[in-house]
């Protein structure tokens, strides 16, 4: 089955930038679609960013638009996260994870493949 482990960890200011990673393996199909979660604490897990099965279509809560920028390599094997303008409100734990649905979505109940989570800290 899909396997993701996710990097990129870090503490930064206001205002700056972090990149997150995610490597994707075990997958006996490529047409999967992907999704970017956070989870803060004392808070439901959120969707934050989605890519389709063709990496064409994406598309992202309105807290993160203009900010937030979800990616994936030719070969489906990295998928991004690339932040911009951070914000506090932006601290959480973040989840990748794959669904093998058609259709790629922002709620958690779709995906079924989940990564251990990477910390990222705005002060």
């Known amino acids: 089955h899909v396997q993701l482990v996710e990097s990129g960890e870090g503490s930064v200011q206001a205002g700056g930038s972090l990149t997150l990673s995610c490597a994707v393996s075990g997958y006996t199909s490529s047409d999967f679609c992907m999704d970017w979660f956070r989870q803060a604490p004392g808070q439901d897990r959120e969707g934050v960013a989605a890519i389709g099965i063709a990496g064409k279509d994406t598309y992202y809560a309105d807290s993160v638009k203009g900010r937030f920028t979800i990616s994936q390599d030719d070969a489906k094997t990295t998928l991004f996260l690339q932040m911009n303008s951070l914000k506090p409100e932006d601290t959480a734990m973040y989840y990748c994870?794959?669904?093998?649905?058609?259709?790629?979505?922002?709620?958690?109940?779709?995906?079924?493949?989940w990564g251990q989570g990477t910390q990222v800290t705005v002060s």
């Open positions: 994870a794959a669904t093998y649905n058609y259709f790629p979505s922002l709620s958690r109940y779709d995906y079924n493949y």
